[in-house]
């Protein structure tokens, strides 16, 4: 594991001070230097020889904007060799539409550029789980697919803590993310908000397509379903755990809004798709110990399994996953 928490990939040469700071924040940094003038694709082809295995942040001044847009999008749309970009640090007077609509964290330094970036990286840290830099390493190699690796660039974005929901009422989501604390316990430390997600998949319609029989859209599932689920809920971990036992047998009280029947059915719909969204985090895919997703490829020889020994693992894949297997032929 690297000594270093975080990474600055910088279009405008070392941050000075980045640093000297307490001895309780975020870093210290590994700063890497790339040249502006290199474009798009050069920069790319020095971001992926530096082997970033940590979150990194893009710090651009005032005359890089546009290319560090052009080069977020690349990132996020698979870029070889590249993953873990976690924000991007800009010297502006505003954050560019682009990098907005990508919903990348961003600051802006006006005073203090080694300020802005500890903050911003202290966020980050704070608001989301870290993929481990074996795992990120995967990501980033010629094993995984482009499609898939800019899928996953974009879920290893950690979620705005004042994200406005676009599907539900605020109080809805305030409700969501209690039974996603209840379903889908994520632990101590930083954690994925799933309600969050939930609520723009559901916006987007990118749900799984799947409803019970006379059960409406996703949307107005979602939010009928959160108002029975409302009149019922109760405060306490005990409690709350005992009303979701009611709903999954069936036993809630009628409402208004749904029938106990009908709560029940969307409640398992709202289950499943509290665990895909999840699983679908790199660093939650980390933490199953699954590799699958690095099986599509893009180098010269197919990238598919060649142990498949119960506890065994093949050279590529972590350490944590067990002994390495032997087996005929690369794995590689």
Known sequence: MSDNPFAVVSLRGDVPQLDDASEDAIGPFRQVAVDAALGADGLIEAIADAEITTPWILV???????????????ILDGALGVFGLAGA?????????????????AALATDDLAAAVRRLAADIAAWGPRVPESWARIIASSRT????????????????PAYHPRALTPEQLALLRDVARRIVPQGDGPAIDLAARLDRMVEAGESDGWRPTGMSTDVEAY????????????????????????????????????????????????????ARVWLSHPASLARVGYTGFATGGTGPEPA?????????REEWEPEELGRLGAAEGRTA
């Open 60 to 74: 651009a001044g005032p005359d890089d904007q546009g290319l560090a847009e052009d080069l977020i999008d690349r």
């Open 89 to 105: 640090v800009l010297d502006a007077a505003e954050i560019p539409e682009g990098i907005r609509a990508h919903e990348v964290p």
């Open 145 to 160: 697919d482009v499609a898939m690796r800019a899928t996953l660039s974009r879920r290893a974005l950690v979620d705005d």
């Open 223 to 274: 939010r009928a379903g959160l108002d029975a689920l409302a009149a019922i809920w109760m405060r306490g971990h005990a409690a709350q755990d005992a009303v979701i036992r009611r709903v999954i047998d069936g036993e809630a009280p009628s409402g208004s809004v749904l029938t106990p029947d009908q709560l029940s059915l969307w409640f398992e719909d709202a289950r499943n798709d509290l």
């Open 304 to 312: 598919g399994y060649l142990v498949l020994a119960a506890g065994e």
